[in-house]
C-alpha cells in the first residue's frame, strides 16, 4: 500500500467513525421518542446515514484489496558488502535509504572524566548489546519523510537535507506508517546505547574522528542544516552523526547506572525523550560521541530530526 493509498484509507476510516457516531446519536434519539411524527422524520436520517456508512465500507474494502504499487522493498538477506562492511537498501515510492549492519558487541558508553566538553550526565559504563541491528546510514531526508507521509514539515524544501520539525511522537507515526508500506520491514528509533555505539564504531575518543573535529568532518555553529552526505561517514559507513540536526532516539532520559548494564532501554517514567549528536544551531561539546540532550516528545524543532534503525 502506498502513502496515498494509506492517507484515503486513513481519511475514510475517520469519516466512517464520525457518521457511525452521529448515527448512534440519532438511532438513541429514535429510540426514546414517542411521537410518531418525529420518529417519521428520524427515519430518512438514519436510512441515509446507514447507506453512507456502506458505501464507506466497500471503498476500505476496494482500497485493501488493491495490490501494493508502491514500488517499495526492503530484502536484507540479500544484503551486500562494501568497505564499511554489510547494507542493504529499503526504497519506498522511488526513495532510497541505505541501512548499515550494526554487529552486537560490548562498549563503553559515556565520557571519561577528562574529557573535554564532557557533561556530569555522561557517567561512563559498560554496556553490552546481545543484539545486531540495522541503521540509516544517514538521518531521514526529507524526501523519504514525504514519500512515506505525503507532505514536508521541514522550514525549507531541500530533498537531500534531513527532515526537521518533528517531535517525537510524530516520528512514531513515521514509523507506523513505514511499516505498514514496506512487507517485513520493522523500523523503529535507535536506543540511546545503539545509537552512542554506532556513532564510536569502535572508538573511544571524544567524536569518531579523533579527540577533536574539523568544519569539515561535522557541522555545528551553521544557519541552517547541510545534505546529509554533506558530512563524512564514520568507520562504520554512517554519515552525519556529529553535528547537523539532533536525532530523536527510543528511550526517555534519565541518569546512567553506576555498573555494567545488557541491552539499556529507558523506563519511560517521563515525558522527557532522548536527543544525540547535536546539531547546525549547537557547539562543538553537544557533538561528541557521549552527548546527551533531551525534549519533551511533544516539541518540534527545526534542529530536531532522526534516523531510523531496523530488526
Not at 80 to 99: H, I, S
Not at 139 to 159: D, H
Not at 231 to 257: F, I, R, S, T
Not at 272 to 282: A, H, I, Q, T, Y
Amino acid at each position: 500500500m502506498d502513502a496515498i493509498t494509506y492517507t484515503k484509507l486513513e481519511n475514510l476510516q475517520a469519516r466512517w467513525k464520525r457518521i457511525f457516531e452521529r448515527l448512534q446519536a440519532v438511532q438513541a434519539k429514535y429510540d426514546l421518542e414517542t411521537r410518531a411524527e418525529e420518529r417519521i422524520r428520524l427515519e430518512p436520517v438514519l436510512e441515509q446515514d446507514r447507506k453512507k456508512l456502506a458505501d464507506i465500507e466497500r471503498e476500505i474494502d476496494a482500497l485493501r484489496e488493491q495490490p501494493d504499487r508502491s514500488g517499495s522493498s526492503w530484502q536484507p538477506d540479500g544484503a551486500m558488502v562494501d568497505a564499511y562492511g554489510r547494507y542493504a537498501d529499503l526504497t519506498v515510492n522511488g526513495v532510497t535509504q541505505r541501512l548499515r549492519w550494526i554487529e552486537p558487541g560490548t562498549f563503553l558508553m559515556g565520557s571519561p572524566p577528562g574529557e573535554a566538553g564532557r557533561s556530569d550526565n555522561e557517567l561512563q559504563h559498560e554496556v553490552t548489546l546481545t543484539q545486531g541491528f540495522w541503521l540509516a546510514d544517514t538521518a531521514c531526508t526529507q524526501a523519504l519523510w514525504q514519500a512515506v507521509m505525503g507532505k514536508n514539515p521541514s522550514g525549507f524544501n531541500a530533498m537531500e537535507h534531513p527532515v526537521g520539525h518533528v517531535d517525537w511522537n510524530k516520528v512514531q507515526d513515521f514509523l507506523d506508517k513505514l511499516n505498514a508500506l514496506v512487507g517485513g520491514l520493522k523500523a523503529r528509533l535507535p536506543t540511546e546505547a545503539e545509537w552512542e555505539y554506532a556513532c564510536r564504531a569502535g572508538t573511544t575518543t571524544a567524536f569518531a574522528f579523533g579527540d577533536t573535529v574539523t568544519a569539515e568532518q561535522t557541522h555545528v555553529r551553521g544557519k541552517q542544516a547541510v545534505a546529509v552526505k554533506a558530512l563524512p561517514a564514520n568507520p562504520w559507513g554512517l554519515y552525519g552523526m556529529h553535528g547537523n540536526v539532533w536525532e530523536w532516539c527510543q528511550d526517555d532520559y534519565g541518569k546512567y547506572p553506576a555498573g555494567a548494564v545488557i541491552d539499556p532501554l529507558g523506563d519511560f517514567t517521563t515525558d522527557l525523550r532522548v536527543l544525540r549528536g547535536g546539531s547546525w544551531d549547537s557547539g562543538y561539546k553537544y557533538a561528541r560521541s557521549a552527548a546527551r540532550g533531551h525534549s519533551l516528545a511533544g516539541n518540534a524543532a527545526s534542529i530536531f530530526g532522526f534516523r531510523f534503525a531496523a530488526t
